[in-house]
C-alpha cells in the first residue's frame, strides 16, 4: 500500500483562485516532498519539507505539515492556466535510506 | 545542467519478448532510481542503486526484471519475458542529497 495518500483526487478551479490539496500518511517520516507532473513528462520537484518544520513558502507555493495529525497541505495561491497538472507528494520514512514513496496523485485543472 | 535522459520515449512489445530502457542519470548524482507508473497511478519504485551498489529492489519482480548500474553512471532496466500488467510509464530519476530529479520516461505498451 501506498503511504501517502492524497485529497481531493481531482480538483478543478478558475484561474486566479487558491488551490488547496492534501496529503495523509500513515508512519513517521524525515520530510515530506511535492512534486508536480505534466502529462507525458517526468515529475518536477517542488518543495521539501522537514518533520522538524510546520511551514514553507517557495513563490506561489505553501506547503504545511503536521506531524501528529500526519498530513501535509499544498496551497497554490493566484493560480493559472499553466498550474494544470497532476501533484504528488512523497515521503521519505525515518531511516529510510533516502527511498522516496509517492502518493496516487491529485489532477488539478484550472480553467482560463 | 542537463537533466536526465531516457530512451527509447515509446516502446510497443509482444508479450513474452524482452525490451530494455536506458537511463544517464544528471553527472555527478550518485544515487539512481528506476520507478514504474501505471496510468492514473503514482509511481512505484522498482530499484535504487548508490553509485553502482543497490539500496533497495525489495520492489522489483526479480523473476522478469533486471537492472544494472554500469560504473555508477548510466543505468539499464529490462524485462524479460514481458506481461500485458508491465505496461506503465518507466520513469528514471536521480539525485544528490537532495530532491529527485526525473526523465520524461519510457512509454512500454506491452500487446
Known amino acids: 500500500s501506498q503511504q501517502g495518500e492524497e485529497d481531493p483526487q481531482a480538483l478543478s478551479i478558475q484561474e486566479g483562485e487558491n488551490a488547496t490539496m492534501n496529503c495523509s500518511y500513515k508512519?513517521?517520516?524525515?520530510?515530506l516532498q511535492w512534486y508536480r507532473q505534466n502529462s507525458g513528462r517526468g515529475l518536477v520537484h517542488l518543495i521539501l519539507?522537514?518533520?522538524?518544520?510546520r511551514e514553507k513558502h517557495s513563490g506561489r507555493l505553501r506547503v504545511t505539515l503536521d506531524t501528529s495529525k500526519k498530513s501535509s497541505s499544498l496551497l497554490i495561491t493566484a493560480s493559472r492556466a499553466a498550474d494544470t497538472a497532476s501533484y504528488f507528494c512523497?515521503?521519505?520514512?525515518?531511516?529510510?535510506?533516502?527511498?522516496?514513496?509517492f502518493g496516487k496523485g491529485i489532477t488539478l485543472s484550472v480553467r482560463p | 545542467e542537463a537533466g536526465v535522459a531516457q530512451s527509447p520515449r515509446y516502446k510497443i512489445i509482444e508479450k513474452r519478448q524482452s525490451v530494455a530502457f536506458w537511463c544517464n542519470p544528471i553527472?555527478?548524482?550518485?544515487?539512481l532510481y528506476w520507478y514504474q507508473q501505471i496510468l492514473g497511478q503514482g509511481p512505484k519504485l522498482l530499484i535504487q542503486?548508490?553509485?553502482?551498489?543497490?539500496?533497495?529492489d525489495s520492489q522489483l519482480p526479480k523473476d522478469r526484471f533486471s537492472a544494472e548500474r554500469l560504473k555508477g553512471v548510466d543505468s539499464t532496466l529490462k524485462i524479460q519475458p514481458a506481461k500485458l500488467e508491465d505496461s506503465a510509464v518507466y520513469l528514471c530519476?536521480?539525485?544528490?542529497?537532495?530532491?529527485?530529479?526525473f526523465g520524461n520516461g519510457t512509454r512500454l505498451t506491452v500487446t
Open positions: 553527472s555527478g548524482h550518485a544515487t
Open positions: 512523497a515521503t521519505v520514512l525515518t531511516g529510510a535510506n533516502s527511498k522516496l514513496t
Open positions: 542503486f548508490q553509485n553502482n551498489g543497490v539500496v533497495d
Open positions: 530519476a536521480s539525485s544528490f542529497l537532495g530532491p529527485l530529479h
Open positions: 508512519t513517521s517520516i524525515n520530510n
Open positions: 519539507i522537514r518533520s522538524n518544520e
